[in-house]
DNA sequence: ACACTAATGTAGCACTCGCTACACTCAGGG
DNA sequence: CCCTGAGTGTAGCGAGTGCTACATTAGTGT
């Protein structure tokens, strides 16, 4: 692993406990033991360095997803899915993904841009979830927007809500994927 | 209505189309025709006057919620408010409080601290609306935490989905608010 | 006419930002 | 032994930041 590599998981890290809204390098080169002047040549420039950072983040997001074993049935699914999303391996990449969607809200470049590709990763391995846990793929797709939207609500207000109101949202939640794969296999 | 009044309208407008976060006083005072020595002066600081357009924003988006009438039922009373937060008239405050939330995951002062209080402000409303709807008071907070949340997180991704797509997410949300209401008064 | 105050323009301070120019070390290969 | 190229340290540039000092204008009350 050259230093580059180094380089990125230590700067992910960085990131995904401070946030990138903030982001400056020289803080960041302090706190990784380097310059500024390395990460500019290791990455080429503050953007190019981001965009792996988010890559790095998303793609231990996206794997801990893939590797959930299928769960017996969409309502626990749904459950499986929030335990993974919010175990302390990975929160943290999920607040981050919320940060980034909040920074794709003005349409600021180059977020806007990288906003898609995360999003249609992470509704994949969602419904793709879903599906083998045994949802109907005809429905699924509503059930994955739902889910989708909801916990990412639920992140979004993480910091002001308790976790057992959060559980019992989501046990709402799981009944409600329930009640449309249902309605949508009838 | 002073001038201070104008430019706190005017800046307001502004920061709902451009948001919060590179937000800079020149460009701002230069869209406003005035200056950031102005800005400052009839303001105090930058943070007075961000906390002075939250506010501002805030209140159109929570005066807009209050002033609905009742709805028929807890299912529909859900589709109006998602109908009036995405109203023309204030999608952009909705907008700027998920902004404003996510600036708030990392606990960057000084907007953690002021999200608490939009938060409880918007979630009573809610709650409000709900019951005023019909909402059992002892199950509208499990409605009203499955409701926001939902909303908050397809307004997170509203550069990416289609309004098909949020109608159809909104509708099936409504069906389980109604289901939640009637398992908690049964 | 005079004093006082709110409001404004000009200029600039001290600082941070991303980024770059330039010189340097140090290993490995001809 | 010298060359090459990856990696690094120092210093600084130009631009932009929030904010301030100082002088000036315009309007009001006495």
Redesign the pocket.
Known sequence: M???DELALAATDYVLEHGLI??????LADALG?????L???F????D?IATILRTSNDRSISRIRALPASPGIGQAVIDLWQAMTSSSIVACSRLYVEVSALGLFGSEPYAAVVRDLNSQWMAALGAHLVASGADPSSAGRVASLVDATIMGLFLDMPLDSRKGQRRTVEDLARAAEAIAQSGSA
């Not at 903030?22 to 803080?27: A, E, H, Q």
């Not at 080429?44 to 953007?47: E, I, L």
């Open positions: 050259g230093r580059r903030g982001l400056s390098l020289r803080p380097t310059s500024d002047r390395m500019l040549y290791h080429g420039s503050k953007d360095l």
